[in-house]
C-alpha cells in the first residue's frame, strides 16, 4: 500500500524548528516507498489564524525543498463535514452539551478534593454528563454557551476494545478514558481538533500520521473516533520533539526562532535538516 503522510499547521504564526523537524519527517517517510505528501491548513481558529501567516507557511515549506499535492486542504473551507461527523456522534448518543466555565470546574474539583487526572492535568469531571436531558436541552435552547462533550465511558462500551499501532512503541491498547470526556464542537467553533484531525486524515487518506511526541495520549481518543464513525485505521508514528538548549520543547510561545530569522540570518535548508537531525535523503 501507497504511504500516505501529511504536515497540517495552524497559520497562527511562523513556523520554527520543531515544525521544520515535523514537515521533514512526514515528507521522508512519504518519499521513502513512493509515496504522497499532503499539506493541510488548520485553520479552525479564527481569531488567531491569519491569511499572512498560511502564506509564510507555503514559502517556509518549499524553502526547506518540499512537494506537496493541490489543492492544499483548509479545514475553515468543510465545516459541513464535521457537522455531519457530529450529527452521526449524536444519533449514538455519545455527545452531551456542557455550560461549565473554567471557574467552575475549579470549583468542582477544589470541592471534590481530588479529580482524576490524565496527561494534561486533571480531567473534566463530568458536571453536566449528570444533567437531565430536558435541563440541558432547555438551556440550549435559551441560548447559554456550550461546548459538546463526548462521554467517553459511554463511546467506549458502544465501541468495544479498541488498539492502534505506532511505529515506534508497537501495538497499543486504546484507553480513551485517559482524556476523559473531550470537547469536540463549542457553540462558536464547529469542531475541534480532536474530531478535525480525525475525519481529515480519513478523507485525505492519509495511511501514515506522524506528529510530535506530545500528542501520544490524543490518539486514544481519535482511535475511540475512527471506531464510532467508521473511518479508516491508520498507522502512527510519533517522533521526539525538537528541543532548544534548555532541554524545553521548541515553542512560539516561548520565543523559538522561527524559520524566516534562520534564513534571514543565512541558513540553508540542508543545515536546517542537520540542526534537526534529519539527513538529506537525496542521491
Do not use: N
Not at 505528501?37 to 507557511?57: G, S
Not at 532548544?244 to 520565543?255: F, I, V
Amino acid at each position: 500500500m501507497t504511504t500516505v503522510t501529511r504536515f497540517a499547521p495552524s497559520p497562527t504564526g511562523r513556523l520554527h524548528l520543531g515544525h521544520a523537524y515535523a514537515a521533514l519527517f512526514a515528507f521522508d517517510a512519504a518519499r521513502q516507498d513512493g509515496g504522497r505528501f499532503l499539506l493541510r491548513i488548520e485553520d479552525i481558529d479564527a481569531t488567531r489564524c491569519r491569511p499572512d501567516h498560511e502564506a509564510a507557511i507555503l514559502d517556509d515549506l518549499a524553502w526547506l525543498g518540499l512537494e506537496w499535492e493541490r489543492p492544499v486542504r483548509r479545514q475553515s473551507e468543510h465545516l459541513d463535514d464535521y457537522a455531519q461527523a457530529l450529527r452521526r456522534l449524536e444519533s449514538l448518543a455519545v455527545l452531551y452539551p456542557c455550560f461549565c466555565t473554567r471557574k467552575d470546574i475549579a470549583a468542582e474539583i477544589a470541592r471534590a478534593g481530588a479529580a482524576p487526572h490524565g496527561p494534561d492535568g486533571p480531567l473534566y469531571p463530568g458536571i453536566c454528563r449528570r444533567l437531565p436531558r430536558e435541563e440541558a436541552a432547555a438551556r440550549v435552547a435559551a441560548g447559554e454557551a456550550f461546548a459538546t462533550r463526548l462521554d467517553t465511558a459511554k463511546a467506549a462500551t458502544l465501541a468495544g476494545p479498541l488498539h492502534w499501532t505506532d511505529r515506534a512503541a508497537g501495538r497499543i491498547a486504546a484507553d480513551p478514558a485517559s482524556l476523559g470526556d473531550v470537547v469536540l464542537a463549542r457553540k462558536e467553533t464547529p469542531t475541534s481538533y480532536h474530531l478535525a484531525v480525525t475525519l481529515d486524515d480519513h478523507l485525505q487518506g492519509v495511511t501514515l500520521v506522524t506528529r510530535g511526541q506530545d500528542l501520544f495520549h490524543a490518539t486514544h481518543i481519535h482511535r475511540l473516533l475512527q471506531a464510532l464513525l467508521g473511518l479508516d485505521v491508520p498507522t502512527w508514528h510519533h517522533h521526539p520533539l525538537v528541543r532548544g538548549e534548555d532541554g524545553q520543547r521548541l515553542a512560539k510561545s516561548a520565543g523559538a526562532p522561527s524559520l524566516r530569522a534562520l534564513r534571514d540570518g543565512g541558513a540553508t535548508a540542508a543545515e536546517v535538516r542537520r540542526r534537526v537531525g534529519l539527513e538529506s535523503t537525496d542521491g
